[in-house]
């Protein structure tokens, strides 16, 4: 009898081991997903974004929004459905400038000087942060991009 409980007691803890070893590891899997679905989500709003135009910082249109705009365009994944409540969006657009010619570059959101005159130059680099977030907003991925004309 002892032993009889001693093998059923063993057999318990076995299996509520393997069930919970599944449990993890299916839930691993699907975190796994969503970071990988994010990046290629990511990578189709960069591309997008990249294809085109530049939008220059002294626009009536706000780069952020229009970039937003082409970002959302890409294809979305079919796992992420719009219902979903998965989103992606360009989170920030940062100028490499400089605040007066003595000063190393830097990127920041405040150096428009596109038509100042100031530090002209035929290439306004510009820095496009984009965020993916998965459907429970959980997953948080960033993609940086450099986006010029030329």
Request: net charge negative; with cysteine; proline share 5%.
């Amino acid at each position: 009898m002892i032993e009889m409980l001693v093998a059923i007691t063993l057999m318990g803890i076995v299996v509520v081991t393997v069930l919970v070893a599944m449990r993890t590891t299916t839930k691993a899997a699907a975190i796994d997903r969503d970071h990988a679905i994010a990046f290629a989500w990511l990578q189709a709003a960069s591309d997008e974004v990249y294809r085109q135009p530049r939008v220059p910082c002294d626009s009536a249109t706000d780069p952020v929004s229009t970039y937003s705009t082409y970002a959302q365009s890409a294809a979305r994944p079919n796992q992420w459905p719009v219902s979903s409540g998965a989103t992606i969006a360009v989170t920030n657009v940062e100028y490499l400038g400089r605040a007066s010619s003595s000063d190393p570059f830097e990127w920041d959101a405040t150096y428009c000087f596109e038509g100042s005159g100031y530090l002209d130059s035929p290439l306004y680099t510009q820095r496009v942060t984009i965020e993916a977030r998965n459907p429970s907003g959980e997953i948080v991925k960033t993609l940086q991009m450099v986006k010029n004309e030329g």
